[in-house]
Every structure is written in structure tokens, then in C-alpha cells.
């Protein structure tokens, strides 16, 4: 150490004050003369000074270590050498360094701040291991102390545990003998524990199964008293009805003498009807009124009976609007067609659909499967040939085998007064709807991949479940592509009067409405249609009656209803309530039309829009279920007055039962 302190003293000292000098000092003080080889001397004459006496010490103390010295003595020599070298090319660069450090003040300044840090660093380290070596010295003493006591203290634990071995071995014996007999006493009390526990059981399932028919019987009879209630409800709303009806009665009566009165008038004074009428009315056509008191007697197009009254079957009208061949020609060929056409009129929904399957089949319930809860509301698939055109909110504008359809889904409008909606997937490609109602009712719709309605019932809260619609083998015979079942039958050949076949509520005569809507199709029902193949088939549909909503006029591009025009509809909706008393599961077709003022698209999407108004009157203010409702528009397709100008009898909307189409009857019997 003492060499190493002598060593930095006399050369590294100097050299490093030498290089590293502060650059301030260079600026302040003059250059430093070279070192001139007396100074250099007399630094060699010191130190070879302090190594005689070093030597003369070492050999006054012995010579046993004289060939060490010498070595060290040589290796001061080289040392001495070096530094003498060093020193005189530190003597040649001073100049050029000093010149150097001007420019680069603030490296070097960087430089040795850095320097010195590692220095720093480098000592601290050092000192570090120092200390962290003898830390470790005195750790690995302190463990081996440690374990030798560990050592001593596991011969005593050992002695110990051999002593207190033979206690444990005579204490587990007696507490073995204890345990034993603690055990029996423990299964004793378990199997006690048990039976009582049954005992419980037994006790709780016959309380909570008491409970399940108390509380039965007393939905029993809650519903007991809500039908009570609801009958009053009807005969009281029947009563007020009858009541409203002859006050009705009356004044249609005094209405209608004033009319006459007035139509007297006119014709003395050579005035046409229709400018003193309340609504559009239509001169009569004696031909055509001819023939529609008759149809049965020709195989022409019927046409309304009043001058420029369109073709009276939907499916008529749909041949006239083709644009392939003339109308003349389209009529000539239907007429060929219908000359072999023998038409039997159904006497009963029953006696439509006889000659199939229906008869032998068994509705199953909409909840007779377990599905799958879905987080949203389900997309269906689009069938092969369709192309969206728009969408419009819920309703879809859908190209179509060369023409244009309005699609819409009716969950909105069933839902409106619901507590909760949700949604299962079921097998097949299947999805269940189930709308929950306040009073516990809930409305179960199942659909297939496309979005076709299989089934939809009504589940009260007791249980009981009524059918709307039932279609389950369009699940088994699912199309890509969607078929229209009418093109497959011979043109329709009505054979009853028109009148018989299609009515208006502002006809002047006393109608009865349950009467004409409780009459059977007008020709025989192949089989179960679904509720598409009913709405977009104007065959299939032709073969049910209709009402005519003429009494509700829209304005042009409009949907809405005012009070005044929905109290017209009370005779319709009480003979609907009717039907629905004596059979819950029926079904309502109600179509909206426009006349042909405005594109194809936007008159499709208003006349869903006006059906759907009327819907929604009729559930609103004359309380007939959503689900026994059905909603389709169709434009300016079936035009009531052929003409393309505005004419408010084309704005319209029509109801038809179209229960013996959707579902089978005798099943529902």
C-alpha cells in the first residue's frame, strides 16, 4: 500500500495536474514553461532518496528476502522508466493539449466531472466489496455458529421426541379406544340428524306443495273473477253498444230521410248526386250491376258495378297490371281458362278444408321446446331472387319477381304494452319470439331462417293456449326461393253475388258484420297456408270475403286517423270482438292501399303504414289483441278506380278473416 501511495505521489500526480488542469487556470495564468530537465532530476534524486532508505531498512532487518527486493527493485526501475517516458511524451503533447483545451473547455469540463465520478464510483465499489466480504465473513461465522446449535438443539429435540414417543404410542392408544367410542356416538346422532332432516323435508315439500295449489286455486280463482269480470265488462260494453247502436240506428235513419230529402231536391233541380254527397260517390253501371248480381252466369273479368270500377278479384287486378300483353288480350285468356273451372262454395270453415291431412293433426304447444336465450333481436335470411330496395324504420322495400313488396315485422306493434321481449334460438335454424304482457299473457311466435311466422299463440296465465297460426310444414319443406301457391290454381270463378262477396261501411243498409265476416271462403282451401304466402298471393287470399274501410279516408301522403273517422269503425270491431269471444285464435287480415299519385316505394310504405294505424285503433280503442291481427300494404297495386289520378276511394283499407287459410279449423274445434 505504502508502494502504491508513493507511487501516485511522485508520477501519476503530476501528470494528471498536468492534463487535466482547469481550463479557467489556462485562461488566467501564462502557459507553463516546459520542464526543464534539472526539475526532472531532482524529482529522480528524491525518490531514488526514499528508495535507498527503504533499502538500507530492508537490509538492516535481514537478508532472507534479499532476491525479492532486488526484483521489486528492478520492477521500481522499469516503473521508473515508464513514467520517465510518460512523462516526457506528456512533456511533448503539453503544448498541443493546452492549445486544445481552449476548444474544447466544455468537454473537458464534462469530462472530468465524469472522470472524477467514476473515480468515485470505482473507490466506493471497491469499498463496497470490501465490506460486503467481510459482511460475508461474518455471516457464513454466524451461520456456522447457528448450526451448531441447531446441531445441539436437534440432538436435544431428538432426545426429546424418543422420550416423548412412548408417551404418544399409550396416549394414542387411549385416545383411539375415546375415538372409537366418539365415533359410534357421532353416527348415532348423524342418522338421528338424518331422519329428522327427511322428517323436515317431507314436512317442507308438503307445505310448499299445499302452498303451489293454494296459490292455484286462488289464480283459479282470480281468473275466475277476471272472466266474470270481463264478461260483465262485455255485456255492459254489449248493452252500451245496443244502446249507442238503435241512438245510431235513429240517427243514420233521420241522416238518411235528410239525404233523400235532399237527393230529391237535387234531381228537381237537375243536380247530380254525387255534389251533395258527404263522400265520393260512383254513378252505377246497369251491366255491370247486371252481372254482379250473378257472377255465376259468365267466365269474364268482374269488374265493380260503377263506371270506372276496377276488376273485383285482387288476383284479376293483378293480371291486368302486367305489362307483357295487352289487357284485352290478359282477359281473353283467363276467360278460356275459367270455362273448365267448377267451383263448390264451402258451407263452413270445416267443410273448406276437407280433403286433407288437418283432420288427423294436433296442434303442439309454442313452448314445447328448449331454446337458447339470445342477448338481440334475431336476422333472418334473404331468400334467393329478393333485392333490398330500401329500408324504412322496420319495413323493407324488397324487389321481387319483377315487382316491389313491402315487408315489415309486426313484434313492434305487438309489444307496445308489453313487460318484457326476448328472443331463443331453437334447432333447425328455428327462433322463438316471447312477449311478455302485465297480466301474465304471453305471445309466443316461432319463426323459420327466413323470417316465416310457423306458429304464434297466445299462453294466458293459466296455461290455456290459443293458436293464430299454424304452418309447421313450410319448417319441413323450407324454400330459398319464395313461390307464389296461387300460380298453381286455375284462375278464380266467383259464383256469388258481389255484394255477398265484398262490402262497404258506408253502405246505406243495416250490415251484419259478424254475420258476413263469419261466412266461410268462397271455394275450397287446398291446404294450410302461411301467413306470407297469404300476403303475398292475391289468389290465395281472393278466396275470403272483405270489408271495405271506405268510411276512413286518408288525406294524400298521410297515415293518420282522426277520432271522428275511428268511432266508423265500432260496428266492424264489435262484430270482430264477437268472433273473438266465441273463438280467441281467429285471425284479421288488414290491407292498406293508396291510390297511384307518387312512386311505387313510397306508396308501399304509406299503405303498410295506414293498415298499421287501423291496427292499431282497433287494439287501442276497441281492445282486439295485436296478435289477432295481421298488417300488409300494397300500394297502388289494387286499385279500387282504375284511374292514375288522386281519388280518395283508392285511399283505403280492407279487413278479411283469413283464419281457414292460416291455420286448421277442425284442429281449433
Do not use: C
Not at 329428522?196 to 275466475?224: G, H, L, M, V
Not at 238518411?256 to 237535387?266: C, F, G, L, M, V
Not at 297495386?637 to 283505403?652: C, G, M, P, Y
Amino acid at each position: 500500500m505504502a508502494k502504491r501511495t508513493t507511487l501516485l505521489a511522485t508520477v501519476a500526480l503530476p501528470i494528471f495536474s498536468l492534463v487535466w488542469q482547469p481550463v479557467e487556470a489556462a485562461m488566467v495564468r501564462p502557459l507553463l514553461p516546459q520542464v526543464e530537465k534539472s526539475d526532472v532530476t531532482t524529482v529522480q534524486s528524491e525518490e531514488e532518496e526514499i528508495i535507498r532508505k527503504k533499502r538500507n531498512r530492508e537490509e538492516q532487518g535481514g537478508g532472507q528476502n534479499k532476491r525479492e527486493r532486488n526484483r521489486e527493485a528492478e520492477q521500481q526501475q522499469d516503473n521508473r522508466q515508464e513514467r520517465r517516458k510518460k512523462q516526457r511524451e506528456a512533456e511533448g503533447d503539453q503544448q498541443q493539449q493546452e492549445n486544445r483545451q481552449e476548444r474544447r473547455k466544455k468537454q473537458r469540463e464534462a469530462e472530468g466531472d465524469l472522470q472524477q465520478q467514476e473515480n468515485r464510483q470505482e473507490r466506493r465499489k471497491k469499498q463496497r466489496e470490501a465490506e460486503a466480504d467481510q459482511q460475508q465473513q461474518e455471516n457464513r461465522q454466524e451461520r456456522r455458529k447457528k448450526q451448531r446449535e441447531a446441531e445441539a438443539n436437534q440432538q436435544q429435540q431428538e432426545n426429546r421426541q424418543e422420550r416423548r414417543k412412548k408417551q404418544r404410542e399409550a396416549d394414542a392408544d387411549q385416545q383411539q379406544q375415546e375415538q372409537n367410542q366418539g365415533t359410534w356416538r357421532a353416527e348415532d346422532r348423524k342418522d338421528q340428524r338424518e331422519r329428522e332432516a327427511d322428517r323436515q323435508k317431507q314436512e317442507n315439500t308438503q307445505k310448499t306443495r299445499e302452498e303451489r295449489r293454494q296459490k292455484q286455486r286462488d289464480a283459479e280463482a282470480d281468473q275466475q273473477r277476471q272472466d266474470a269480470d270481463q264478461q260483465r265488462a262485455r255485456e255492459e260494453r254489449r248493452k252500451k253498444q245496443r244502446e249507442a247502436e238503435a241512438n245510431q240506428k235513429q240517427d243514420d235513419q233521420k241522416a238518411r230521410q235528410e239525404r233523400r230529402e235532399k237527393q230529391r231536391e237535387a234531381e228537381r233541380e237537375g243536380k247530380r248526386p254525387d255534389e251533395t254527397a258527404g263522400r265520393p260517390r260512383r254513378e252505377r253501371d246497369k251491366d255491370r250491376e247486371r252481372i254482379a248480381r250473378d257472377p255465376s252466369g259468365t267466365t269474364d273479368t268482374i269488374e265493380l258495378p260503377f263506371t270506372d270500377g276496377a276488376a273485383v278479384l285482387d288476383s284479376d287486378k293483378d293480371w291486368d297490371n302486367r305489362r307483357d300483353r295487352s289487357r284485352d288480350e290478359l282477359r281473353r285468356e283467363r276467360k278460356e281458362k275459367r270455362r273448365d273451372v267448377r267451383v263448390r262454395v264451402p258451407e263452413s270453415d270445416r267443410d273448406a278444408q276437407v280433403g286433407w291431412e288437418g283432420d288427423r293433426v294436433r296442434y303442439e304447444s309454442g313452448d314445447r321446446e328448449r331454446g337458447e336465450r339470445r342477448d338481440r333481436r334475431p336476422r333472418y335470411d334473404e331468400r334467393d331472387g329478393w333485392r333490398v330496395e330500401r329500408e324504412i324504420d322496420d319495413r323493407t322495400v324488397i324487389n321481387f319477381d319483377g315487382g316491389i313488396i313491402v315487408r315489415s315485422d309486426d313484434g313492434r306493434r305487438l309489444s307496445r304494452r308489453a313487460t318484457e321481449t326476448y328472443y331463443e334460438d331453437l334447432p333447425n335454424g328455428r327462433t322463438r319470439e316471447v312477449i311478455v304482457r302485465p297480466n301474465g299473457d304471453r305471445v309466443v311466435t316461432i319463426r323459420n331462417r327466413y323470417g316465416d311466422i310457423i306458429q304464434r299463440s297466445r299462453i294466458d296465465g293459466g296455461g290455456r293456449e290459443y293458436v293464430m297460426y299454424y304452418a309447421p310444414e313450410i319448417d319441413r319443406d323450407s324454400r330459398p326461393t319464395f313461390v307464389d301457391p296461387g300460380e298453381r290454381l286455375p284462375p278464380m270463378r266467383l259464383t256469388i253475388p258481389v255484394d255477398e262477396y265484398i262490402i262497404d261501411t258506408s253502405a246505406e243498409d243495416d250490415t251484419d258484420y259478424r254475420a258476413f265476416l263469419d261466412r266461410p271462403p268462397v271455394e275450397p282451401v287446398e291446404r294450410v297456408y302461411s301467413l306470407d304466402e297469404v300476403k303475398y298471393s292475391a289468389r290465395i287470399r281472393d278466396k275470403v270475403r272483405r270489408i271495405d274501410l271506405d268510411t276512413i279516408t286518408f288525406a294524400t301522403g298521410s297515415a293518420d286517423i282522426s277520432m271522428n273517422q275511428a268511432s266508423t269503425l265500432k260496428r266492424v270491431a264489435d262484430a270482430m270482438n264477437e268472433i273473438l269471444d266465441k273463438d280467441p285464435g281467429e285471425t284479421f287480415l288488414i290491407e292498406g292501399h293508396t291510390d297511384a299519385v307518387g312512386s311505387d316505394e313510397s306508396n308501399l310504405v304509406l299503405s303498410d303504414e295506414r293498415a298499421e294505424a287501423v291496427a292499431n285503433i282497433l287494439t287501442d280503442v276497441y281492445d282486439i289483441a295485436p296478435e289477432n291481427l295481421a298488417t300488409q300494404g300494397y300500394g297502388e297495386r289494387f286499385l279500387k278506380i282504375d284511374t292514375d289520378a288522386s281519388e280518395q276511394l283508392n285511399r283505403r283499407v280492407t279487413i278479411r278473416r283469413v283464419t281457414p287459410l292460416v291455420k286448421p279449423v277442425a284442429m281449433a274445434e
